[in-house]
Each structure stands twice: as structure tokens, then as C-alpha cells.
């Protein structure tokens, strides 16, 4: 078995496969990877053999949390205590379906949201140049309340340095502008009460203007990687305060880009021209090319997730569905389908019904999930967090106003989360509690948890005036 990890090249030839076949069939998983993909999962989040007893095994059912804490008073594990995977398998199964309670209410479109690593802090941006934090464990008050300074349509993107001490923001322009975040002031507007240092990801050869669509920061915040709308990955070295790296790496839009894990060598990018790439640093000077794709989307990609392992991910596609990938399984050449209707645009468009069911010929993906919708604007998709979970589910926000959970094994639909009136663009769970947050073009921030709090959720979302006409969603 071949594994790809920080002390792992791709260099040697190009392809990252292995002995795993692709089936070539989309959403198909050969027996080898379902084992695998299954497997990891059960590490993660089945308990010892003795909690569950023999009704779980047979039945399938979750142990019962209180045999579970009956074997570990009677030390049956021979640990003392629980393992990761039995906190898990207890966490795992309380779904955060219940609420919604509301966290704020803006008169402008949410773009991004996302809880900080430690869960202390929650980020949302807003199409109207205005970015909030707030302070989790302090009821939810506004620690920060940012007016981003030259904005150009929207805040695409967002993301908090690995010490939460600065938040890098991108809008559609080349240039990505970084606040501090903990200073004790909690008004922030750019240049006026505090510095927000702008950082251009032009090199000296660019003449045109392009947007920026997905910003990062490295696990030991001292690179930002970014996604732009001339189709190029650009690396910016925050030490020596120059852009590294810029990499003309596909044939349209970048919308996504991640660290595939903690070494920061393996970058994966997702763009419209509907193939997901994965970029080793350590080669590609020499090389000047990927090592390797991931096809198996009809269309343009609209986010990916990293698993963190340096191996797996997901993509969320216009062609409404979301797929796992093992980058082992990834080529050197790329074959692009698509729809065969060159006039269908997601922003204002529904997806045609024939289309659904067309699948890639040469479809690399190891599973695939349907039953959201990936209209109007770029719906992202996440693994659920490690702790809690055990990273079982994928959950993602959708353009019928809903948040989906998936089972990532066997696909299933476990949970849908119904509160918004416009498309849900981003949403995020809680790296340790049963809690969901989730924002929409309605302009709710929301969240939903297990078993809730002792205050009465919010009522049906009815707003006066507010209306739900697509021709009105884009970007």
C-alpha cells in the first residue's frame, strides 16, 4: 500500500496510484478501497469489541452509552478510561438537528463562516464589506467587527491564522488584506481605527485584474495559499513578504484551494474546468506540472475539503454532487466531458434534468453524494471534525435554503437542516461539540445543536419583503 504523507514524494513519476483499480464508474468503490475507506472510519469511531456487545454487532446499532460507561467503571478495555474512537462513537451519534437559535441577523448575504480550530471563535463574512467574530464561549458577542477595506463585490473568503491572532480577508481583487485579530478594539475599520495590511498576489508580469476565490493560511501560518479567477494557484511567503509561488494551474477559474496536511507540500485545487489537481512543491519546479488529476465531476468544482491525511478529499460539483477522492488513484492525463450544453449557467439556471443522469466514463472518484443542490453560487462541502466524529459524515450547504449530512460510507442521507430562505453557501461543525452553524444569503447566522439550549428556537424564517426569486442569485 501506498501512502502519501509529508515524508512522501510524487515526484517519481508522475501518478500517485497504487494497486487500487478504478472502477470507472461513478460512485462505484472496488471492494479494496470501500474496505479501506470503511475501515479508517471504524478505527475512528467504533468502540471496544466489549462495550458494544453482541445485540450492537448483530444489529448494527450504536452501543448503548450506558453498557459503554458500565465497561469502562468495570475497566473492560483494561485502559481505565475511553479511547478516542468510544468518545467518538457517543458524540458521533448526536446530530446537531436541533434549533435553529439565532446568532445574528445582517441585512447583507453570508458568504463564509467558519469556527476557529480550538472552537473558541466563529468568523462570518458578509457580501456588505463586513466581517464579524464572535466569541463562542462568551454567549456569542461580537469580538471583532471588521469593515473590510477595498472590497470588490463581495468577501469571498476568509481565514484565521493557526494562533487566532489575524484574519486574512479576498474579495474579487488581486490583492488580500490581513487584521489583527486580537487587539482590544472591537470596531475595526480599514485604515481608519486600525491597519489592514494589503498584500498584492500580482507578479510583476501581470497586467490584468483577476478576483480571488479561496484563501488559506499553512498549519504554521507562515504561507497563505489562494485560488484565483485567472486560473492560477498563488503561494505568498508571509516571512520574506513576497509572492512565492504562482502557478498557471488550470484551464479556467480556480474556486478552491487547500494544504492536503500539517507539511504544507501537497496543495489540491478545484476549478471550473471541473478537474480537482494535486500540486507537490517539491517538484514542481522541475517539473512544472501537476502530479496528477482527479476526474469524475461534469462539471465546474465549486470547493474541496482536505481529510488532512495527505490523501483524501472532497469536492463539492456543479454537476450536484459531492465526491471522495484518493488522490492514489489520480493520472497524469485528464478527460473533460461535460454537460454538451454550452448555454446552462449554474447562477441563474436550474440543471437540466437529462443530465442527471450522465455519468464520467473515467470517473476516479470513490464515492459519490446527491441530494443537495449546487446552484447561484459556490456551495462548499466539509468532512465532520475528527474529535467528534471521527470524520464519518460529509455535510454541506445547498441552494434549495437546506444543510445536508451524508454518511460517508454508505452514502446514506442522515440529516437535512431546513431554517433559511435563500442558499445556504457555507456552514460549519463545531471541532468538538455537537454544534452546526450555518449561514445563508437570507443573512442568518444560525446554529443548530444536540440537544440545544434551554432557550425556544427561532420561528419559521418569514421576513417581510424578503424574496426567494432566483434570477436575483449569483456569483
Known amino acids: 500500500m501506498i501512502r502519501l504523507n509529508k515524508h512522501t514524494s510524487t515526484c517519481s513519476d508522475g501518478s500517485g496510484s497504487s494497486e487500487s483499480g478504478c472502477s470507472g464508474i461513478a460512485g462505484e468503490v472496488t471492494s479494496y478501497l470501500d474496505h479501506e475507506v470503511a475501515h479508517l472510519t471504524k478505527l475512528r469511531s467504533s468502540p471496544y469489541v466489549l462495550f458494544g456487545g453482541n445485540v450492537r454487532s448483530r444489529m448494527g446499532l450504536p452501543a448503548s452509552t450506558v453498557r459503554m460507561l458500565v465497561g469502562r467503571e468495570g475497566n473492560y478495555s483494561g485502559r481505565g478510561r475511553f479511547s478516542s474512537a468510544d468518545k467518538c462513537h457517543m458524540l458521533s451519534r448526536y446530530w446537531p438537528t436541533k434549533g435553529p437559535w439565532i446568532v445574528d441577523r445582517m441585512k447583507s448575504r453570508a458568504y463564509v463562516s467558519q469556527f476557529s480550530a480550538d472552537g473558541s471563535l466563529f468568523i462570518a463574512g458578509f457580501q456588505g464589506s463586513q466581517i464579524r467574530i464572535y466569541d463562542v464561549e462568551r454567549g456569542w458577542k461580537v469580538k471583532k467587527d471588521i469593515s473590510a477595506r477595498s472590497l470588490r463585490w463581495t468577501i469571498t473568503d476568509t481565514s484565521l491564522s493557526p494562533d487566532q491572532q489575524h484574519l486574512v480577508y479576498a474579495s474579487m481583487s488581486p490583492t488580500v488584506h490581513i487584521v489583527t485579530v486580537g487587539s482590544a478594539a472591537t470596531r475595526s475599520i480599514a485604515n481608519v481605527t486600525e491597519i489592514h495590511c494589503g498584500l498584492s498576489l500580482s507578479s510583476d508580469e501581470d497586467d490584468d485584474e483577476f478576483g480571488i476565490f479561496s484563501i488559506k493560511f499553512s498549519t504554521d501560518g507562515q504561507e497563505l495559499v489562494a485560488a484565483t479567477s485567472d486560473s492560477s494557484i498563488c503561494v505568498y511567503d508571509l516571512g520574506a513578504d513576497k509572492l512565492s509561488l504562482r502557478i498557471p494551474a488550470h484551464m479556467s477559474d480556480v474556486n478552491a484551494v487547500c494544504f492536503a496536511d500539517e507539511s504544507g507540500n501537497i496543495i489540491y485545487s478545484g476549478s471550473d474546468d471541473s478537474f480537482c489537481k494535486v500540486w507537490d512543491r517539491r517538484c514542481f519546479v522541475t517539473k512544472g506540472q501537476p502530479a496528477g488529476t482527479l476526474m469524475g465531476h461534469l462539471d465546474g468544482i465549486t470547493f474541496i475539503d482536505s481529510r488532512g491525511d495527505g490523501r483524501y478529499l ?131 447566522i444560525v446554529r443548530w445543536e444536540f440537544p440545544g439550549s434551554d432557550e425556544a428556537p427561532a420561528p419559521p424564517n418569514r421576513r417581510v419583503g424578503r424574496s426567494r426569486r432566483r434570477g436575483f442569485y449569483y456569483m
Open 314 to 444: 472532497i469536492s463539492n460539483g456543479k454537476d450536484q454532487t459531492t465526491k471522495l477522492w484518493d488522490i492514489r488513484k489520480m493520472s497524469s492525463n485528464a478527460i473533460s466531458m461535460g454537460l454538451g450544453d454550452e448555454d446552462w449557467d449554474y447562477r441563474w439556471m436550474d440543471y437540466p434534468e437529462y443530465a442527471r443522469h450522465l455519468k464520467h466514463p473515467h470517473d476516479q472518484s470513490l464515492a459519490t453524494y446527491k441530494g443537495h443542490s449546487v446552484l447561484r453560487t459556490l456551495i462548499r462541502c466539509y468532512f465532520s471534525p475528527s474529535y467528534s466524529t471521527g470524520q464519518k459524515y460529509i455535510y454541506t450547504g445547498s441552494s434549495d435554503s437546506s444543510v445536508y449530512i451524508y454518511d460517508l460510507v454508505s452514502g446514506a442521507q442522515v440529516a437535512k437542516l431546513d431554517h433559511h430562505e435563500a442558499p445556504v453557501r457555507d456552514c460549519s461543525w463545531h471541532p468538538f461539540y455537537p454544534m452546526l452553524v450555518t449561514s445563508a444569503w437570507d443573512g442568518d
